[in-house]
């Protein structure tokens, strides 16, 4: 009798353990999963942003107006990493960021 409670005793533990491991598997794939989807969301914005520029590149647009729907739709895809970069105004202060490249390199050339 002592064999029969031992046997049913691990048996019991046994099927305890599975359960927990079969909970653990089944959460690391959903969160794998997850994941998974988030990369593929952010996948869709990129081609999203590469099918619209190449348009915008062909586009029969001025240069300016080109650069300014660009940077618009790159800006909401990857965020500025320098603040004098904004989706508002983007062309504007980039033009004005170039200028002042341009007037530095000149200034620098005629000394």
């Not at 909970?23 to 990369?39: H, K, N, V």
């Not at 593929?40 to 240069?63: M, P």
């Not at 904004?86 to 007037?103: F, I, K, N, T």
């Amino acid at each position: 009798m002592g064999d029969l409670k031992e046997s049913r005793s691990q048996l019991q533990e046994y099927t305890d353990n599975l359960e927990h491991k079969v909970a653990e598997r089944t959460e690391a794939l959903e969160r794998s999963q997850d994941l998974l989807q988030e990369q593929v969301r952010k996948r869709n914005r990129e081609l999203r942003l590469y099918n619209t520029l190449t348009e915008l590149i062909t586009a029969t647009d001025s240069l300016e107006t080109i650069l300014h729907k660009a940077i618009v739709e790159v800006l909401q895809v990857v965020p500025a990493k320098r603040r004098h970069l904004s989706a508002r105004h983007p062309v504007g202060m980039l033009s004005a960021e170039m200028r002042r490249a341009s007037d530095r390199a000149s200034a620098k050339n005629s000394h």
